[in-house]
């Protein structure tokens, strides 16, 4: 569990333990495994079950100490002799992940007094729409093992074989690498279409990744004459693009329509698509992110630096 890096003077003394784990606007999560250690002896023989119920029944009991003190800052701050405050308890989480303000995964157990089994994920990087559904169902996968105490050594098994089979499977679908987006800048970027001669439409300086691989989607249907059966790519579509390894036409990065993909387009994409980049791009930093907030170190090359003897 992340812990909050700067400690007010109000929440605990300098020197002494900051139990708070995260707090936002109205809201704030507390660490309470080292108390139910003191209060509870056998606290490791516990079921999960006697433990979320042990946990409930303290944070209850603290609820309504706090709700109480809300009457001498009432009296104190505002002057009223009566009020409406008062603290209540909303979940009971066993494990959780703070990567930073509003952005953070709770497995909870028990809301309100009723037990569930609740991921609940707020704000991380692999819910957004820009995030390939493929790498996010992955990180979500890898997530909830975690919260729910896979050894490091699984999750690793894990993603070094989800890297090659992003990497080197030809099961896979490539438009599931590609990254989504939406074009909406694309006519600001183009110059002009090609020249008599020249099939590369010339592009400002300084265009995005999804307008670049836009223009050089639309260059490639009107080279193969594909342009009057097939959707060219407008300011406004929603797109999918990839990186390109070295090819005849030098395209660094290609766009597509997920909904009308030629198949000489496909065919391209799938010779040339660079698997290694895309997973090193969309999810290796955010894999590295994530062992480092664990404590762990990321090792995507296991065989680099062993020396074997015989």
């Not at 023989?45 to 209850?60: G, N, V």
């Not at 603290?87 to 509003?102: D, G, L, N, Q």
């Not at 089994?117 to 390939?132: A, R």
């Not at 036409?249 to 698509?273: N, S, V």
């Amino acid at each position: 569990m992340k812990h909050i890096e700067e400690v007010p003077w109000w929440i605990c003394d300098e020197g002494d333990t900051n139990y708070c784990a995260y707090s936002d606007t109205d809201s704030i999560y507390i660490h309470a495994e080292p108390l139910l250690r003191h209060l509870y002896p056998n606290f490791d023989e516990m079921l999960s079950e006697e433990k979320d119920e042990a946990l409930e029944k303290l944070a209850l009991k603290y609820q309504d100490i706090i709700t109480d003190s809300y009457s001498n800052l009432a009296k104190e701050c505002f002057n009223v002799d009566s009020h409406r405050l008062e603290m209540k308890t909303e979940a009971v989480i066993r494990s959780a992940y703070f990567r930073a303000t509003r952005r953070y995964a709770q497995w909870i157990t028990k809301q309100e007094g009723i037990s569930k089994e609740i991921l609940d994920v707020k704000g991380l990087e692999f819910m957004k729409t820009n995030f390939p559904p493929v790498f996010g169902k992955f990180f979500k996968m890898i997530l909830e093992k975690v919260l729910k105490g896979t050894p490091q050594h699984e999750i690793d098994k894990l993603v070094l074989d989800f890297q090659e089979e992003i990497i080197n499977s030809k099961d896979l679908d490539i438009t599931l690498l590609g990254n989504p987006t939406s074009v909406k800048t694309l006519n600001s970027y183009l110059i002009s279409k090609p020249r008599a001669g020249e099939f590369m439409s010339p592009i400002l300086k300084g265009a995005p990744a999804n307008v670049v691989s836009s223009i050089r989607y639309n260059d490639l249907l009107r080279l193969w004459k594909l342009d009057k059966k097939h959707s060219s790519i407008i300011q406004g579509d929603k797109i999918k693009w990839v990186y390109l390894q070295d090819n005849p036409y030098k395209i660094e990065k290609l766009a597509f329509l997920e909904f009308d993909i030629p198949d000489k387009i496909r065919e391209f994409l799938e010779k040339y698509i660079d698997r290694r980049k895309s997973f090193e791009t969309i999810i290796e930093n955010k894999l590295g992110g994530f062992y480092s907030d664990l404590g762990w170190v990321l090792n995507l090359n296991p065989y680099k630096n062993k020396f074997f003897t015989f």
